[in-house]
């Protein structure tokens, strides 16, 4: 009975996090217009927070490289149990521009299990919460 009321409140108010592993700046001004009044996705629910322990889904943007991998895998490791994360524009992906640069080890699936793409260079606000919408169906099996 608990374990079905979480589940729903996980599906119904993800709480999401943003990392960014060293992109351009594009991507993650595209992540934060998701939150101004034009898109305002804290009406459905969807609060950032700034703490791993406390996130449902992780959006990671930028390219991963040698000496940001470690954290993000810290940061993943942290999360609680289910979780989606969303690798958002073409760094994301697969290193973008960079991705034949010595430094750069490619897209974040590199590093961790990524649930959902969301391709552009940058992505649109409207990608990145449809994005979030495909990765909450992770969460769809708790409800029953």
């Known amino acids: 009975m608990f374990k079905k ?4 409140s996980r599906a119904k ?3 999401i996090m943003h990392f960014d592993c060293g992109s351009c700046n ?7 217009a998701c939150l101004t009044p ?11 927070v700034g703490n791993p ?6 959006l990671v943007t930028g390219t991963v490289n040698h000496r940001n991998a470690k954290v993000l895998r810290n940061i993943y490791d942290q999360m609680p149990d ?12 697969s290193g973008g521009v960079f991705r034949e640069c010595y430094n ?7 590093v961790i299990p990524v649930d959902v793409y969301v391709p552009g260079c940058p992505a649109k606000p409207e990608a990145i919460i449809d994005g979030v919408v495909a990765a ?4 769809e099996g708790l409800k029953g």
Not at 38 to 48: A, I, P, Q, S, T
Not at 82 to 93: E, Q, S
């Open 13 to 15: 108010s993800p709480w």
């Open 5 to 8: 009321f979480i589940g729903n």
């Open 136 to 139: 909450l169906a992770k969460f």
């Open 26 to 32: 594009g991507c993650d001004i595209e992540v934060l």
């Open 38 to 48: 034009l898109y305002d996705v804290e009406r459905f629910g969807v609060v950032n």
């Open 82 to 93: 289910p979780k989606g994360v969303i690798a958002i524009g073409a760094c994301g992906l």
């Open 53 to 58: 322990k406390h996130a449902d889904v992780l």
């Open 104 to 110: 750069v080890l490619g897209g974040v699936d590199k």
